[in-house]
């Protein structure tokens, strides 16, 4: 079964940037399509972007459009979060997680359609 780690994580000032990663474990890490997802104090989880098996289908959050960017690296086993202007309200745990399907070409905003999640990483903007 994939197994997934996030990092990159940490304080920032508002207007800042962070990359997060996300690594599997496992060899079948490339069949499944793998999304960032976060939680902030009282809220529900919210998927942020996605990024399909083949890398061709990407899905962005509105409140994420434009600032943030999905990517992934299959020699590495990693899909990466690249955050730009950072505000306040961007202060949550953020967690990436595998689509229960492989191969499934579109993504799925559905969070019960992901298994397993990572630990999740704090990520806190603050001035």
């Known amino acids: 079964q994939v197994q997934l780690v996030e990092s990159g994580g940490g304080l920032v000032q508002p207007g800042g940037s962070l990359t997060l990663s996300c690594v599997a474990s496992g060899s079948v890490f490339s069949q499944y399509a793998i999304a960032w997802f976060r939680q902030a104090p009282g809220k529900e989880r919210e998927i942020l972007a996605g990024?399909?098996?083949?890398?061709?289908?990407?899905y962005y959050a509105e409140s994420v459009k434009g600032r943030f960017t999905i990517s992934r690296d299959y020699a590495k086993n990693t899909v990466y979060l690249l955050m730009n202007g950072l505000n306040v309200e961007d202060t949550a745990v953020y967690y990436c997680a595998a689509d229960r399907r492989p191969r499934r070409m579109s993504i799925t905003t559905d969070r019960n359609e992901y298994d397993p999640w990572g630990q999740g990483t704090q990520v806190t903007v603050s001035s």
């Open positions: 990024i399909n098996w083949t890398g061709g289908s990407i």
